[in-house]
């Protein structure tokens, strides 16, 4: 009977195959003793492990430490850490504790008592740069408390406030707040974060928040981020933008929003205004992961910005009115390139139709997703056998593919360049797959312009794996023609 591996042998870290590279002789036994950051980096999640972590951290001379140790429960295949093991663990990082810089904890158990010891008794780590938190099940039954003046990063996700608190301190660099609980209140969100830790560069705030008004953050605004993440799923959408508007004292450059509801009300119109706020868009990108990515610049800066918009699944992304949101942001006269899957393309094609884009030249890049233009395309696996969505055809059979083949019209005024790209997942029901060439056919049927001439690139639309393969230069002699005229990277 085949067993599925247990995930830590394919630990590239893991301690035990580490030690198995050390057994395959004499000569690869010298050599991997004799290499000091073989042996830095180390996962830590077996009774075996314990055992052979003294012996790597010996072998890894003063080089900084790279330790993750995880708890789970034992399984058929392996055993989890247990009491014992966890003391030979902290007694062995603490033997080294001068030279841990990077420490990972995970646990879906209760974590073992023994861990008081290295972090809540004020151990000194002088090199410690970062520390990574997931727990799934129980908390620590301790306050941290450690000395770490060099810590940079502090990735908490599911934890309690209290708990860490001690390390939200104006050396943090990179801050990920991700499920931790109880819920925060405005004030002590702003004490704890916004006036804790003013040097932050990079924050995650996926976090619950009290119903509380928020109190004015202009009072103590974060000067240095360079990116944020903010989680739906957590926090209102007007806290998103409460935050967002007074809680920054400059553009941020990166801002990314996990958004599995993106209906156009009046808060995430008030969201939008936030976001777009001092920054020009001059890109858009809906992709086959549901992402929707804007690039942009600063306008008093003039240095790149990005908004990106994850899970953004349809039907709950209302793209018309999304769009006609963005139009008046003046983002259809900015606009210089434009790219999605092309399954959605009869659905985005009518939204930018009511509200056209012009004033900038226009790059279309298309990505050849499926044989359908229609975001309602469903592929034959199980779990939709029994779904109470699907068609049913004349021999009472579910239907598993709803497939649109007939794009609808698109108008760009000032086109100037279509890219078409194979992402790899051209598919259908075998007996109704269009060819790459007849399926772009169908697309530039129904685009029109008021350019006099248009480039089309295919050269990474997958032509040669056709049923029919045909070179870019052969297509370009075929079925261009007109307006449309192979680009000179195609012709190169």
């Not at 010996?58 to 058929?76: G, K, M, N, Y």
Request: aromatic share 10%; proline share 5%.
């Amino acid at each position: 009977m085949c067993h599925p591996l247990p995930s830590f042998r394919d630990e590239p870290y893991s301690l035990e195959q580490k030690f198995r590279l050390a057994q395959v002789s004499a000569s690869w036994r010298a050599t991997a003793l004799s290499l000091p950051l073989l042996w830095a980096n180390s996962t830590v999640r077996t009774p075996a492990d314990a055992v052979f972590l003294p012996v790597a951290l010996a072998r890894s001379a003063s080089i900084p430490l790279d330790v993750r140790i995880r708890w789970q429960e034992d399984t058929e295949w392996t055993r989890g850490l247990n009491p014992a093991a966890t003391h030979r663990v902290v007694n062995a990082l603490l033997g080294h504790s001068s030279h841990l810089k990077r420490l990972s904890l995970e646990w879906i158990i209760d974590v073992p008592d023994a861990l008081v010891r290295l972090l809540g008794t004020g151990v000194e780590f002088p090199m410690l740069e970062d520390i990574t938190v997931y727990g799934v099940l129980g908390s620590l039954r301790f306050k941290v408390d450690i000395s770490a003046p060099q810590l940079r990063l502090l990735a908490l996700h599911h934890q309690q406030y209290t708990i860490w608190e001690y390390l939200f301190t104006s050396n943090l660099h990179r801050l990920e707040i991700d499920g931790c609980y109880p819920f925060i209140s405005a004030a002590r969100l702003q004490a704890l974060i916004f006036r804790g830790c003013p040097n932050v560069r990079d924050l995650k705030l996926h976090a619950a928040l009290a119903f509380d008004y928020f109190r004015n953050f202009t009072a103590t605004p974060l000067r240095h981020v360079r990116s944020l993440s903010l989680s739906s799923r957590s926090m209102k959408t007007h806290e998103m933008a409460d935050i967002i508007r007074a809680g920054f004292a400059a553009i941020i450059p990166d801002v990314t929003l996990e958004t599995p509801d993106f209906s156009v009300n009046d808060d995430r119109k008030a969201l939008i205004t936030e976001l777009l706020r001092g920054i020009t868009v001059t890109g858009l990108v809906f992709d086959s992961t549901w992402t929707l990515t804007l690039s942009a610049f600063d306008q008093v800066a003039l240095v790149a910005a990005r908004r990106s918009f994850h899970g953004c699944r349809l039907p709950s992304l209302c793209w018309p009115d999304l769009w006609a949101e963005l139009v008046a942001h003046n983002v259809g006269h900015t606009l210089r390139v434009l790219d999605f899957a092309c399954d959605k393309w009869n659905l985005l094609a009518p939204a930018i139709a009511m509200h056209s884009l012009g004033g900038q030249e226009v790059e279309l890049r298309l990505q050849l997703y499926a044989t359908s233009f229609d975001h309602e395309y469903m592929l034959n696996i199980g779990y939709w056998e029994y779904s109470a969505d699907l068609d049913f055809d004349e021999n009472d059979e579910p239907v598993y593919y709803k497939r649109v083949l007939i794009p609808m019209p698109l108008h760009i005024s000032n086109l100037r360049r279509i890219v078409f790209t194979d992402l790899g997942h051209y598919t259908g029901p075998d007996d109704e797959i269009i060819s790459r060439v007849e399926y772009i056919g169908k697309i530039l049927d129904v685009v029109s312009t008021d350019s006099a001439t248009v480039e089309v690139c295919v050269s990474e639309a997958g032509l040669d794996k056709d049923e029919d393969p045909i070179s870019v230069t052969t297509y370009g002699e075929r079925y261009l023609g007109g307006r449309w005229t192979l680009c000179s990277h195609c012709v190169c």
